[in-house]
């Protein structure tokens, strides 16, 4: 038995805490089935299968569907210091190719990524070497998106 010690003193059992939050995740994977034959068993699926495809990706993927869009939206520099390896350049080819791979899988999640990246890249409102892209969409992506869609508009008409 492992015990891991956080921050106030108490012990905490890390396979009794794991086997909690297992069965956490089984009982809404049944939770999925009743809203629908077959749902839970898909979502299972479907993350395997994008963990044999892209592992890299699966990390950015759940923290997508959990709602945190840090990492889906951190600068290319960023991940490449988080990564510490690689340069800006490299990570952006990786995160691309990583993108359409996720895209085969999860394409719904893929969108969402590419809307918000593309949203706050068009706007020119971060320079992805100081800014997260996080920081600028932090609030209603689809006003940045509105925006994207009248400036490409007026591209063209000119």
């Known amino acids: 038995m492992v015990a891991h010690v956080i921050a106030d003193g108490e012990e905490i059992d890390r396979e009794s ?20 034959t077959g749902l839970g068993r898909d979502v299972v699926h479907r993350l395997a299968r994008l963990n044999a495809v892209v592992p890299a990706m699966t990390s950015t993927c759940l923290e997508l569907l959990a709602g945190d869009t840090s990492r889906a939206l951190a600068s290319y520099r960023d991940l490449a210091a988080a990564r510490g390896s690689g340069g800006k350049q490299q990570v952006h080819h990786e995160f691309r190719v990583g993108l359409e791979r996720l895209r085969c899988v999860f394409p719904e999640v893929a969108a969402v990524i590419t809307q918000l990246r593309t949203a706050a890249e068009i706007n020119g409102e971060a320079n992805e070497d100081h800014d997260t892209l996080a920081q600028v969409v932090a609030g209603d992506p689809s006003r940045h998106l509105a925006g994207h869609r009248s400036a ?3 591209k063209i008409s000119a």
């Open 17 to 36: 805490e794991a086997a909690r939050i297992t069965g956490e995740i089984a009982a809404r994977i049944l939770e999925l089935e009743e809203l629908r």
């Open 152 to 154: 490409r508009t007026r």
